[in-house]
């Protein structure tokens, strides 16, 4: 598994910005998809995005797609989660997930802390 810290996180306006980002421990980063999950009080946690452990292919829930942009640098060991026009609804705690490219769903699946993100009206 792969140990994995979440920053950036914090309170911003709607319409404002943060960028978040997912630091991974471990020097194989690069064998890993990475996703961002968020959960907001009282609702399942959802997925919000993806990216292939090569960076050539992204994945983005409906509600995030135009808004949010996701990014690698596997040099850096390190995810990026780019969060523009954000929304009161963005507000959520949000997750860094590391899943092996080889592995299936559910399977050796390392998760981050977690880190508040608030959007305000």
């Known amino acids: 598994q792969v140990q994995l810290v979440e920053s950036g996180g914090g309170l911003v306006q709607a319409g404002g910005s943060l960028r978040l980002s997912c630091a991974a421990s471990?020097?194989?980063?690069?064998?890993?998809?990475m996703r961002w999950f968020r959960q907001a009080p009282g609702k399942e946690r959802e997925f919000v995005a993806g990216i292939s452990w090569s960076a050539g292919r992204t994945l983005y829930a409906d509600p995030v797609k135009g808004r949010f942009t996701i990014s690698r640098d596997n040099a850096k060991n390190t995810m990026t989660l780019t969060m523009n026009s954000l929304k009161p609804e963005d507000t959520a705690v949000y997750y860094c997930n590391a899943r092996p490219s080889w592995a299936a769903l559910g399977e050796f699946e390392s998760w981050g802390q977690g880190i508040q993100v608030t959007v305000s009206s």
């Open positions: 471990r020097r194989s980063f690069s064998d890993y998809t």
